[in-house]
């Protein structure tokens, strides 16, 4: 699986986008990116992922660039319950395992 | 209805002792995974199973064992315990046949080791 690089920490003002930036200069044509999330003492939760074109749910969006050397996780209108660790990873996607880096620390605040 | 869940969620026992952490998942999901997390919040991967037969094992001590009787379960049992075993063991589910699964995680067992 390649390596990810993501900032250890980031703040985000409550009702703003939050822009998580994930650099994957490794990744294979045929690895996805994913991303999750871990809020405080609880298991990591799925939120996105892609694999060259960008893609919304009705959690966030994922910007993919067009080197697919790195991504962006949007969270549109962050509010104080998306203050969490989020970890980007790319896997291939019948791959047997996910391996989570360090991840960033957002804390949204009021 | 929770998707995966595990027991117990917390477990305090002393060294040297023998402990099992059950997980079962209503997913209808082929693969599942122990994952440890330890006191730096670095989240490791253990095992996984793939329809009961066992796919990934990394570097952990034979004192752990996992078993799973079916592709629903997957339980975690070890040895012998350390102090250095302390951790939150996550269990998650994932359907890899299906391009662009993610995981689903259970919300973890804390396991502190006396």
């Known amino acids: 699986d390649a390596k990810t690089t993501q900032p250890p920490s980031m703040d985000c003002a409550e009702g703003r986008a939050a822009n998580l930036p994930c650099n994957h200069s490794?990744?294979?044509?045929?690895?996805?990116v994913y991303w999750y999330r871990q809020i405080h003492s609880q298991g990591p939760q799925y939120i996105i992922h892609g694999l060259k074109n960008n893609e919304t749910n009705e959690m966030a969006s994922l910007i993919i660039t067009e080197d697919r050397k790195s991504s962006t996780l949007i969270l549109p209108h962050a509010t104080l319950r998306d203050t969490a660790v989020y970890y980007c990873i790319v896997r291939v996607a019948n791959a047997g395992k996910s391996t989570f880096g360090d991840g960033t620390t957002l804390t949204v605040k009021p | 209805d929770t998707a995966v869940s595990q027991t117990p969620k917390y477990l305090v026992t002393q060294m040297g002792n023998d402990k099992s952490i059950k997980c079962e998942q209503n997913l209808g999901h082929d693969t599942m995974y122990w994952y440890k997390q330890d006191s730096k919040k670095f989240l490791k991967i253990m095992f996984s199973?793939?329809?009961?037969?066992?796919?990934i094992n990394e570097t952990v001590p034979n004192r752990f064992s996992p078993k799973s009787p079916d592709k629903a379960h997957l339980n975690l049992h070890i040895n012998s315990l350390e102090l250095g075993d302390s951790a939150v063991y996550f269990c998650a589910s994932s359907q890899p046949r299906t391009a662009g699964y993610g995981y689903t995680f259970g919300s973890g067992t804390r396991l502190t080791v006396v």
């Open positions: 199973y793939n329809n009961k037969e066992l796919i």
């Open positions: 490794t990744i294979s044509g045929n690895e996805y």
